[in-house]
């Protein structure tokens, strides 16, 4: 995968798309081992090229996601001003990521404000599908009996 076709990275100029391929670099997880955990510094930001990951956060329960598609992304607190992580990341089966360091990105993507705009707009919206099958899990385990939401 190139980051051509990485949702994240399409709109950007191809000169920005290369500059931040050359600062990503290749890391591979085995199973069960963690790309982050909830409360690290969120110094990384992550797309993934192969495996599955689970995200979960703990609380009065645990929420969980798992991230599969390539091209998706991991560790987005890294990129909206978390000091940490608010979940954490573990491998379910061998992975293989690019691993980008938060800011050197940031500093790539205000050098081309335009491509930086569309990289924003494109992780509000992941986030957001991200966001509403959490709703979706939430109403599955609760029932529909209470039909408000809030956004």
């Known amino acids: 995968m190139s980051l051509e076709t990485a949702y994240l990275f399409q709109g ?16 591979t997880c085995e ?5 982050f955990r909830a409360g690290d510094a969120a ?18 329960g645990q929420i969980a996601h798992i991230v599969s598609e390539p091209g998706d992304m ?4 890294s990129m909206v001003g978390h000091a940490s ?10 992975v293989k ?4 360091d938060r800011d050197r990105l940031m500093r790539l993507l ?4 335009a491509g930086g705009m569309d990289f ?11 966001l509403v099958a959490s709703y979706g899990h939430a109403l599955s385990l609760h029932g529909e009996r209470d039909m408000r939401h809030w956004g």
Do not use: H, N
């Not at 950007?12 to 890391?27: F, H, P």
């Not at 991991?74 to 607190?77: A, F, I, R, T």
């Open 85 to 94: 992580y608010i979940a954490s990341a573990e491998c379910v089966v061998p």
């Open 43 to 60: 110094e990384q930001f992550y797309i993934l090229l192969e495996g599955r990951v689970r995200l979960s956060m703990r609380g009065a």
């Open 31 to 35: 199973s069960g081992a963690f790309l």
């Open 12 to 27: 950007m100029s191809e000169a920005t798309r290369a500059k931040a391929a050359a600062a990503a670099s290749a890391e």
């Open 97 to 100: 990521v690019l691993k980008f």
């Open 120 to 130: 924003y707009r494109r992780l509000a919206q992941m986030i957001a599908r991200r």
């Open 74 to 77: 991991l560790g987005w607190s």
């Open 110 to 113: 205000e050098e081309d404000p």
